[in-house]
């Protein structure tokens, strides 16, 4: 086996894979007949420099973490979880009717946690079913979790152009939630604190963000569920051999995924647009794959990793303004070229790193 | 419902099976040889947008389809690349492929055509044209026989015609050939097939390049025979249907050819029952008619009609060495 | 003299920093049985793969039939004639015994005109070489030792004239075993080259007409058989006289620590894998438990440490019942007293990329050794691992090392560490000594004296006969999932044992 120091695993090898996605994507640029050196600066000018620009990049971020955290909680008991997308989606649903529910009279001291409750549980709802399946029948978690990413999906046009549609609208989304429902945003804090902030759907959905990862990394690293949950990832026998119950493990494993990949909607629901939209994690759950491959599947990898692609989501937007020729796809294509590196080609350099930095490579 | 009333199901049936079919097959080669292919979808995506493409910059669909297998053999080699040669994860692959799909067609799109990502409609010159079998006109006044051969068996483009023959096709690869027996060995126990001399990285990559193929096809179909131009994520989950059909059929071609047929007759029926009550059940929202294809698989996955057995080295790469 | 069937010279391999073969000579005469022994790790299958073509060698030449050639994958080890059956079958289990010996010599693009063929040349060798199988059995649905006869059929189909077998009589009986000689005798006598690897002395001196020696990756020796002993040949093996002697310590057996009743137990395809066992197991003694792997001691060893649910039968330890109706999970039998030492460390006894702390409290992971806090506390952990470290002579002694980066002996003894330590009353010990360099063996045997003489009931699992006539108080011998007979230490002895492992009764047998 070729083992490589931790700086070269969670630091070299993460940028290696960046700058490469980076490089066939400025070829692609390039190709196009534009300079990839000049969209690479709109984009990073649309991503920090403009006003509110940080803030729509913190926002960003504030998705990819959630979904990020549920791909790494998940793989770290070797279970692959690629229905986020799905997860987030019911987790919408979930805040959703505890907002329509309460939100004419309960104040929103009790209604926002119950809200974020519910998102969490209606993702950690969506996960359980195909999490149940593999721990008692069986079934590949993979191709469950993508059916039902259908079916949820399925399932929310149903409900939004059915019951949950607003009255008088012929767009299939929710009602709007009453402002108590609301998560306030940074701007207005910060604002209201004499400090002078652009506007930007930032809202305290990020700092909860931030103690989730905090929370996930004590969950792995500092209990005893966690070791348990880490033994039965790297094996299975030595974990039942351990007295571990592996298909217990496996459901709450999941359960844990799905929440924190249904917490990604109150960033949306009860943060930035006070609705439920068709189709509105338009893609952040498989982002979260992404995200959680760069980050090593560690929070501190993850918060970083989820801050890159905020930036890129963002500065990608700043393309379609900017060029006629490039459009924000460029960023799913470098998206999909660093799942490629970091994830399906992620041993193709560590033999070629060990013999760069004089380490003898294993047979 | 009349006899020709069924035909007409049956032939638009087999108009949305067609893609299913083809990627299904794909799916089948690859998956039997060891390789999952989570990448249907975007191989699926990339070879209808390069199809397009094509035949709009050539006004040729001979042209278009070149491209798309192309695209689409590209990719697979990707695929093969990562998981083959360098034995990454087969799904974390698959999943990439189909976001570079997704990006790369519209980054593509926009950047030849400045359509928001669509390409130009197509000319009925640079498109496959219905065949119209001999006997159609003829014979349409046969009763039974005439609507059989004028509505179902006739008038469909050229990769329909394509997709019915993969499924004999791939059977008599896989279950009468050499290169299937071994095809077949390799995604049951690589080492065995290494220790009889053959080498288990070129068989796979064979396999995957076959699946290219198909999907191929599969996309053309939806650009320039079915379609008249490329829109941005036209497959829209096909592919994933597709790998649905293939667990559903249980890996063989026979059984996943009627897989791939029922779960476009869902599709194709969806479109007529919107809005009508029927018996028993009443209105049935159509999207709960388009995700039958889903629940019947995790139904199936989960053990509940037969168990599905996947080849025993599936998604497990080759390590010669310990 | 003639012409070597092979000549090898000077092959070296290294994985890593591990040397496997170390400048290996080695000649094997045209037409006889030639054995190559040595202890698990002395580097017979790498030898042999090299030969094969499955690893390449470093350095050194081979020569074939007197003439140098280079393999460098199967298919020309395969064209230079030679064939191999491997210790793991190389048979689809899905395919027919036909489609398994074509595969890789079809005979033609299309598999119609290939499958006449074959099923021809099937039955000439079946009738030459009298192996019969039926060419179109489904090959998972034979017995083993038709198994390895499709294997052998296959390097035969395939032209072979120098046939290799690594290790090739672990799976059967005494009573297959001596079948099979007969089938090698026979290629012999039709001009096959046979080399027969294994670390099994009678096999060797059985049926061989040459042996060669290896000892920790290098070839120490070469003899005539004839000319040589058994004892010798255990000598060259270890690099010193063996005794499996333990300075025993005799203790009193004491009251029932765990007892089984009428265990029965059927796989997932309904095979009957324990019929009917039962056993007591008594404070202060070893009972050891003999059979050719495979007949159910590893079923016996998952159902007794709560791996394996109970399906048909009870366990009783102390006022607690274990049943169908009253399970018990490995953690509720560890809180029993009991501690399992795991037959195969890599997959269960340790977590490989995990550091040595974290795989000293697998199992024990809820209790103190964790820490007392709610959270985990590693420092605590890697304190405690120290400890252990030392008391047990794992090197090296450092907690954050994976337990992938020790040695084999180091490995077990980790795991047996960790067994030890909460000083049960109980264990359950499998193969405590494969793949262990002899001081290890020495230590790890020691180790379940001191248990034993502390009062602790064990139960010891082992494919090494003589490990087992070693350390046992008693022995009882298990066939196809049954307990054939039970024999006291100062009885038993290594053809009595094997008569009872081939499944005849104790009765029948004496």
């Given at each position: 086996?070729?083992?490589?120091?931790?700086?070269?695993?969670?630091?070299?090898?993460?940028?290696?894979?960046?700058?490469?996605?980076?490089?066939?994507?400025?070829?692609?640029?390039?190709?196009?007949?534009?300079?990839?050196?000049?969209?690479?600066?709109?984009?990073?000018?649309?991503?920090?420099?403009?006003?509110?620009?940080?803030?729509?990049?913190?926002?960003?971020?504030?998705?990819?973490?959630?979904?990020?955290?549920?791909?790494?909680?998940?793989?770290?008991?070797?279970?692959?979880?690629?229905?986020?997308?799905?997860?987030?989606?019911?987790?919408?649903?979930?805040?959703?009717?505890?907002?329509?529910?309460?939100?004419?009279?309960?104040?929103?001291?009790?209604?926002?946690?119950?809200?974020?409750?519910?998102?969490?549980?209606?993702?950690?709802?969506?996960?359980?079913?195909?999490?149940?399946?593999?721990?008692?029948?069986?079934?590949?978690?993979?191709?469950?979790?993508?059916?039902?990413?259908?079916?949820?999906?399925?399932?929310?046009?149903?409900?939004?152009?059915?019951?949950?549609?607003?009255?008088?609208?012929?767009?299939?989304?929710?009602?709007?939630?009453?402002?108590?429902?609301?998560?306030?945003?940074?701007?207005?804090?910060?604002?209201?604190?004499?400090?002078?902030?652009?506007?930007?759907?930032?809202?305290?959905?990020?700092?909860?963000?931030?103690?989730?990862?905090?929370?996930?990394?004590?969950?792995?690293?500092?209990?005893?569920?966690?070791?348990?949950?880490?033994?039965?990832?790297q094996s299975e026998p030595a974990a039942v051999y351990a007295g571990i119950p592996v298909a217990r493990m496996i459901v709450a494993a999941m359960a844990i995924s799905g929440a924190l990949a249904g917490l990604m909607a109150i960033n949306t629901l009860l943060g930035a647009q006070g609705k439920v939209v068709l189709n509105f994690p338009s893609g952040f759950g498989f982002t979260g794959i992404a995200v959680a491959l760069m980050g090593r599947g560690h929070p501190v990898g993850i918060v970083l990793a989820a801050f890159l692609f905020g930036a890129l989501f963002q500065g990608g937007t700043e393309l379609d303004f900017e060029f006629t020729t490039i459009t924000r796809e460029m960023v799913l294509l470098i998206q999909g070229l660093i799942i490629l590196f970091s994830g399906a080609l992620a041993l193709m350099f560590v033999p070629w790193i060990s013999r760069l930095l004089g380490r003898e490579g294993g047979a | 419902?009349?006899?020709?009333?069924?035909?007409?199901?049956?032939?638009?049936?087999?108009?949305?099976?067609?893609?299913?079919?083809?990627?299904?097959?794909?799916?089948?080669?690859?998956?039997?040889?060891?390789?999952?292919?989570?990448?249907?979808?975007?191989?699926?995506?990339?070879?209808?947008?390069?199809?397009?493409?094509?035949?709009?910059?050539?006004?040729?669909?001979?042209?278009?389809?070149?491209?798309?297998?192309?695209?689409?053999?590209?990719?697979?080699?990707?695929?093969?690349?990562?998981?083959?040669?360098?034995?990454?994860?087969?799904?974390?692959?698959?999943?990439?492929?189909?976001?570079?799909?997704?990006?790369?067609?519209?980054?593509?799109?926009?950047?030849?055509?400045?359509?928001?990502?669509?390409?130009?409609?197509?000319?009925?010159?640079?498109?496959?044209?219905?065949?119209?079998?001999?006997?159609?006109?003829?014979?349409?006044?046969?009763?039974?026989?005439?609507?059989?051969?004028?509505?179902?068996?006739?008038?469909?483009?050229?990769?329909?015609?394509?997709?019915v023959l993969a499924v004999p096709f791939v059977w008599w690869l896989l279950w009468r050939t050499r290169f299937g027996l071994r095809l077949r060995a390799v995604g049951e126990m690589p080492v065995a097939v290494d220790s009889a001399g053959i080498s288990v990285t070129w068989l796979r990559y064979r396999a995957v390049i076959i699946a290219g193929l198909l999907c191929g096809i599969a996309g053309a179909f939806l650009s320039i025979a079915h379609g008249a131009g490329f829109v941005r994520e036209m497959s829209a989950g096909k592919g994933y249907i597709a790998l649905a059909a293939m667990i559903f059929g249980k890996w063989r071609p026979w059984s996943v050819f009627f897989a791939c047929l029922l779960f476009g007759f869902l599709e194709a029926g969806a479109a007529r029952i919107q809005g009508v009550a029927l018996p028993l059940v009443g209105e049935v929202p159509i999207e709960v008619v388009l995700v039958l294809p889903y629940v019947a698989t995790v139904i199936l996955l989960a053990g509940f009609f037969g168990k599905a057995m996947p080849p025993r080295a599936l998604g497990v790469p080759y390590r010669k060495e310990r | 003299m003639t012409t070597p069937a092979v000549r090898l010279t000077g092959i070296t391999k290294r994985f890593g920093p591990v040397i496997a073969n170390d400048t290996v000579d080695l000649e094997v005469a045209s037409g006889t049985i030639h054995g190559i022994v040595g202890e698990n790790g002395a580097g017979k299958s790498t030898l042999v793969s090299i030969l094969y073509g499955f690893y390449s060698a470093d350095s050194g030449m081979m020569e074939v039939d007197g003439a140098p050639v280079t393999i460098a994958d199967s298919a020309q080890a395969i064209a230079h004639g030679i064939g191999m059956v491997h210790q793991h079958f190389m048979l689809i289990p899905d395919f027919t015994v036909l489609e398994n010996v074509m595969l890789g010599a079809e005979g033609g693009a299309l598999l119609r005109d290939g499958k006449a063929a074959t099923r021809a040349e099937l039955l000439r060798l079946e009738r030459d070489y009298a192996l019969d199988v039926d060419p179109d059995a489904v090959v998972g649905d034979l017995p083993v030792g038709m198994q390895q006869r499709v294997e052998i059929l296959k390097a035969l189909r395939r032209g072979a004239r120098i046939l290799i077998l690594d290790e090739p009589t672990g799976v059967l009986t005494p009573a297959e075993t001596d079948r099979f000689f007969d089938i090698l005798r026979g290629l012999r006598a039709q001009g096959v080259t046979v080399l027969l690897i294994t670390h099994k002395l009678r096999e060797i001196m059985d049926v061989t007409d040459n042996v060669s020696v290896m000892r920790r990756g290098k070839m120490v020796a070469h003899r005539r058989t004839a000319e040589t002993t058994r004892e010798e040949i255990a000598e060259l093996m270890v690099g010193r006289t063996v005794s499996f002697e333990v300075d025993r310590i005799d203790a009193v057996p004491g009251p029932v620590a765990m007892s089984a009743h009428g265990l029965t137990w059927h796989d997932a395809g309904g095979v009957a894998r324990l019929s009917d066992v039962s056993l007591d197991l008594r404070n202060g003694e070893i009972l050891g438990l003999a059979g050719v792997s495979g007949n159910g001691q590893s079923e016996l060893l998952d159902i007794l440490a709560g791996i394996v649910p109970v399906q048909a039968g009870r366990i009783v330890i102390g006022s607690r019942e274990v049943a169908a109706q009253s399970p018990a999970d490995p953690a509720q039998m560890r809180r029993l007293g009991l501690a399992h030492v795991p037959e195969d460390r890599h997959q269960r006894g340790l977590i490989l990329p995990f550091d040595a702390a974290e795989n000293s409290v697998l199992g024990y992971h809820d209790g103190p050794r964790t820490g007392d806090g709610r959270l985990l506390d590693p420092k605590a952990m890697h304190a405690h691992c120290a400890a252990l470290m030392a008391r047990f002579d794992v090197r090296p002694g450092d907690p954050r090392q994976r337990a992938a980066g020790f040695s084999g002996g180091n490995q077990q003894k980790l795991v047996m560490a960790r067994e030890i330590e909460p000083e049960p009353r109980i264990m359950l010990i499998g193969q405590p000594t494969r793949g262990v360099d002899i001081g290890g063996i020495a230590f790890i045997h020691a180790e379940i004296m001191a248990r034993k003489a502390a009062g602790c009931a064990i139960l010891l699992v082992s494919v090494e006969l003589d490990e087992i006539l070693a350390l046992s108080d008693r022995i009882m011998v298990m066939n196809a999932g049954r307990v054939v007979g039970e024999v006291p230490r100062a009885k038993a002895d290594t053809r009595r044992i094997g008569m009872m492992m081939a499944g005849v009764a104790e009765d029948s047998a004496a």
């Open positions: 086996m070729t083992r490589l120091p931790a700086w070269a695993d969670y630091v070299l090898i993460p940028l290696l894979n960046l700058a490469l996605a980076l490089g066939v994507a400025g070829l692609v640029v390039l190709a196009i007949g534009e300079n990839p050196l000049h969209a690479m600066r709109v984009m990073i000018e649309g991503a920090f420099v403009y006003e509110g620009a940080l803030g729509y990049t913190l926002y960003y971020t504030t998705n990819f973490i959630f979904t990020g955290l549920a791909v790494a909680v998940a793989f770290h008991a070797r279970l692959f979880n690629i229905g986020g997308e799905g997860q987030a989606y019911l987790g919408g649903l979930g805040a959703l009717l505890v907002c329509l529910a309460l939100d004419s009279w309960m104040p929103g001291p009790l209604l926002i946690p119950l809200a974020i409750a519910g998102a969490a549980a209606f993702g950690a709802l969506w996960a359980l079913i195909p999490a149940l399946l593999q721990a008692y029948r069986g079934s590949h978690i993979v191709i469950t979790t993508i059916m039902f990413n259908f079916i949820g999906a399925g399932l929310m046009v149903a409900v939004l152009a059915g019951p949950l549609m607003r009255s008088g609208q012929s767009n299939p989304e929710s009602r709007e939630v009453a402002e108590a429902a609301r998560l306030p945003f940074i701007h207005d804090i910060l604002n209201a604190m004499g400090f002078d902030i652009a506007s930007s759907p930032l809202n305290l959905a990020f700092p909860i963000a931030l103690l989730a990862c905090f929370g996930v990394w004590v969950l792995i690293w500092r209990t005893r569920w966690g070791y348990a949950l880490r033994a039965m990832g | 419902m009349t006899w020709l009333d069924l035909m007409l199901i049956l032939d638009s049936t087999l108009r949305v099976a067609t893609p299913l079919i083809l990627c299904a097959m794909a799916g089948l080669v690859s998956e039997r040889a060891g390789v999952i292919d989570i990448g249907l979808e975007g191989k699926l995506l990339a070879s209808a947008f390069a199809a397009a493409a094509a035949a709009a910059l050539t006004g040729s669909a001979w042209v278009g389809l070149l491209a798309a297998l192309g695209i689409s053999v590209f990719l697979s080699l990707v695929h093969g690349f990562a998981c083959i040669t360098h034995k990454g994860e087969q799904i974390i692959s698959g999943i990439a492929i189909n976001i570079l799909a997704s990006g790369l067609t519209v980054v593509a799109g926009v950047a030849l055509f400045r359509q928001g990502g669509q390409t130009p409609s197509l000319p009925r010159e640079a498109r496959f044209p219905s065949i119209k079998l001999p006997g159609s006109e003829s014979l349409a006044d046969v009763p039974w026989f005439g609507p059989f051969w004028r509505e179902l068996v006739s008038g469909h483009t050229l990769p329909v015609y394509l997709a | -």
